[in-house]
């Protein structure tokens, strides 16, 4: 079945230690988005790539980064992640950005 | 700025009550409202998609439709494997960013 995949599923750091989480799909969809939710909040955008374009939100602090080395990947890096991090990380994909978005099941960031 | 409001917070109903979701929105151009179901700790899965005023969709004991200022999710005779948290979002003018709302916990109970 296609589909999105993060991994890991959970993911444990210290507080400023980098930590990268990953995102694959086999959807071949054009766009690939993360957002942030925590805990009984809507998700929250953090920036999206259209094919090879990167589209970050303005109130996304620079300690959050992507990568997007292929169609099928994309990665979320944080450079020192603070404890208002923790949080669930979503990876979401759509065709073109106006259609409806699919969802991978979410790493779940713990910063001790 | 678009907004998303769900109604109720939580909703808690017996197997078989039949019940609605309420989600309002204030958008300039809506270009598509969509509703999700989110189990805890997973992403959020995809339901539906609703693109102008008038529109009905289905899908087994699911049931949504849209006006020009709400969408509504119905749901007939739940069971308790529909208990999660149903997300409304839209997405409005030349902003391809989805607007959530909190979403609705629903909790339905044998």
């Known amino acids: 079945d296609a589909m999105v995949i993060q991994n890991p599923r959970y993911q444990v750091t210290q507080f400023g230690k980098p930590v990268t989480l990953s995102c694959s799909q086999t959807l071949n969809h054009n766009v690939m988005y993360w957002y942030q939710q925590k805990s009984s909040q809507a998700p929250k955008l953090l920036f999206h790539y259209y094919d090879k374009d990167f589209n970050n939100e303005a109130d996304t602090p620079d300690n959050f980064q992507s990568r997007r080395p292929n169609t099928s990947f994309c990665f979320l890096d944080i450079r020192s992640p603070g404890l208002g991090d923790a949080a669930m990380y979503l990876c979401?994909?759509?065709?073109?950005?106006?259609?409806?978005?699919?969802f991978g099941p979410g790493t779940r960031l713990t910063v001790l | 700025e678009d907004q998303v409001t769900q109604s109720p917070e939580a909703l808690r109903l017996q197997e078989g009550e039949s019940s609605s979701l309420n989600c309002s929105y204030t958008v300039s151009g809506l270009r598509g409202l969509f509703w999700y179901r989110q189990d805890p700790g997973k992403g959020p899965e995809f339901l539906f998609t609703l693109y102008s005023a008038g529109e009905e969709k289905e899908k087994e004991r699911l049931k949504a439709t849209l006006t020009k200022k709400e969408s509504f999710l119905h749901i007939t005779a739940p069971k308790p494997e529909d208990s999660a948290t149903y997300l409304c979002?839209?997405?409005?003018?030349?902003?391809?960013?989805?607007?959530f709302g909190k979403g609705t916990l629903l909790t339905v109970n044998p």
């Open positions: 979401a994909t759509s065709r073109i950005r106006n259609n409806e978005q699919f």
């Open positions: 979002a839209v997405q409005a003018g030349s902003n391809y960013k989805l607007t």
